[in-house]
């Protein structure tokens, strides 16, 4: 299994739509669990933690299933704005800083 | 205005020169990072410095070479031993080490190899 896996896409939604996207990660270990989104030419920019079972930000949750090993990125009521590229990250081993990056899942909203 | 500067945006190498990409953070951060981003991959770790005057080779770092002389400094050199050096460069940095800090990123900068 690859360290962070995610499904690249592209997912492609009409406007308002809800929409999930999932990421696998194989360090059992990992407490802490990040969500950065990516637009175009551009540099990541964090979305959102997640330390616990989840965390929710207005039209954005996120779910953490450690049984499992997978992180879960929730959009609902999609905007044209929310269109980008959404990596999922995790820290790579204990307070070191180092973070592994998925190749990300692009999403693009249409209207 | 805090944040992370780097430049230049666009940097062009010809084939045996050696390259400075310049990064700089006002936050006060302890850490800093450079990574590489090639099309539809993930990013990848080149070097990371927990410290001033410390630093540690990432997943990458063969043919590259950094400094870390100052707090807000921490500049990638790519060298000629870099055979495929394309791609967009990202600098980050964070308060701490610790597995729940949050990274922030320049805006990157875009390396051609003529």
């Known amino acids: 299994r690859k360290e962070v896996e995610q499904d690249p896409g592209p997912f492609n939604v009409p406007e308002g739509a809800t929409v999930a996207f999932n990421c696998t990660y194989s360090n059992s270990a990992s407490q802490s669990f990040f969500w950065y989104r990516q637009d175009c030419r551009k540099e990541p920019k964090l979305l959102m933690s997640?330390?616990?079972s989840g965390n929710e930000d207005g039209r954005f949750t996120a779910q953490l299933n450690r049984a499992s090993q997978y992180i879960s990125l929730l959009i609902r009521d999609s905007k044209l704005s929310d269109s980008a590229t959404y990596l999922c990250?995790?820290?790579?081993?204990?307070?070191?800083?180092?973070?592994?990056f998925g190749q990300g899942t692009t999403l693009q909203v249409k209207p | 205005d805090g944040g992370i500067t780097q430049s230049p945006k666009y940097l062009f190498r010809k084939e045996g020169q050696n390259v400075t990409l310049s990064c700089e953070q006002n936050l006060n951060h302890d850490a800093m990072y450079w990574y590489r981003q090639d099309p539809g991959q993930g990013l990848r770790l080149i070097y990371y410095s927990q410290i001033v005057n410390d630093f540690q080779k990432g997943d990458i770092a063969e043919g590259y070479s950094v400094s870390r002389e100052k707090k807000e400094s921490f500049p990638l050199t790519v060298t000629s031993a870099q055979k495929n050096p394309t791609a967009f460069y990202l600098c980050?940095?964070?308060?701490?080490?610790?597995?729940?800090?949050?990274?922030?990123f320049g805006p990157g900068t875009r390396l051609l190899v003529l």
């Open positions: 990250v995790v820290p790579y081993s204990s307070n070191t800083g180092k973070l592994i």
């Open positions: 980050a940095s964070s308060i701490g080490f610790g597995d729940w800090e949050t990274q922030y």
């Open positions: 997640v330390y616990s």
